[in-house]
């Protein structure tokens, strides 16, 4: 199987074992944090930095990151793909291995993410009965499954629905020409300010908000995590009820502790030794 191949059947796969349907997908990061056990964060990183995939072979821990950005639907095409690789185990050679390169992998990669955003059959019943497939049907994919206009140009190819001249004419399209050009640009300013959220793994600030409760964490670990100060977080905890616990110390009383017999006699004959030893003065040799 070639790695398109591979990729979409993947994708499927993966709607069909989590029942999703073939409905658009919301929220990414608490679809992937719930159905596979993965934690990620949204983080501030350089311009040119996208996302990447951690695992700590010790613990088998999985850690996905994205970047924070004003480009929601590359975003998600991000969150997407790195779900490919944990999906397909690609870690396990990623010593070797230069990810930024094409490969397989990354070409599978791809392809799980664009078959996960954007179900072939999805968009079939989606434009079911449509008045012809122009720019507006583009616009229309776009809005309705939260990709790039690329990925849903190259959707379309495959489904017979436009020509290879159309796509290629497509791919230059920008999501915000679209969303101006036909009046969802308030949506899409909207899915802007989303993307360009700092976010911290759920799993994770919820363990720490537990150990808050306990009084094993304090407030300024959770400000950490989340980004922001301490005195906001603990804001934060107070608005939603959230304290630490009060744990009851109780103090032993004194009559109830038991008898302790010390025996001093080894201590008493070490400070005797001490006091009858004569003081030695060192004196410099002659010379």
Excluded at 174 to 193: E, I, K, M, N
Excluded at 247 to 258: A, F, R
Aim: hydrophobic share 45%; with cysteine; aromatic share 6%.
């Amino acid at each position: 199987m070639n790695p398109q191949a591979e990729g979409r059947a993947a994708a499927e796969g993966f709607r069909a074992k989590h029942r999703l349907g073939l409905q658009p997908l919301g929220d990414l990061v608490a679809l992937i944090e719930q159905s596979a056990g993965v934690d990620v964060a949204i983080l501030d990183v350089g311009a040119d930095e996208h996302g990447l995939t951690m695992r700590d072979p010790q613990r088998s821990a999985v850690f996905i990151g994205v970047a924070r950005t004003r480009h929601p639907m590359r975003q998600r095409s991000t969150l997407a793909h790195e779900l490919g690789h944990v999906t397909f185990g690609d870690w396990a050679d990623n010593s070797d291995c230069d990810w930024s390169a094409p490969s397989q992998a990354e070409s599978r990669a791809n392809a799980f993410a664009r078959h996960l955003l954007l179900p072939m059959d999805g968009l079939r019943i989606f434009l079911d009965g449509a008045d012809g497939i122009g720019l507006a049907a583009l616009s229309a994919v776009v809005q309705r499954f939260l990709v790039s206009p690329q990925i849903a140009a190259i959707a379309l190819e495959l489904a017979g629905l436009i020509d290879g001249d159309t796509k290629r004419e497509w791919m230059t399209v920008t999501a915000p020409q679209l969303a101006v050009r036909f009046g969802w640009s308030d949506h899409y300013r909207s899915l802007q300010d989303d993307a360009d959220q700092r976010r911290a793994p759920q799993r994770l600030l919820a363990r720490a908000i537990h150990g808050y409760i306990e009084g094993v964490v304090s407030t300024q670990t959770i400000a950490t995590l989340r980004g922001i100060t301490s005195e906001e977080a603990a804001a934060e905890l107070r608005e939603a009820g959230i304290f630490p616990a009060q744990h009851s110390v109780t103090w032993t009383d004194p009559d109830e502790l038991p008898d302790v017999e010390i025996d001093l006699e080894a201590l008493n004959d070490a400070l005797d030794s001490a006091a009858d030893s004569p003081n030695k003065a060192s004196e410099p040799d002659a010379r």
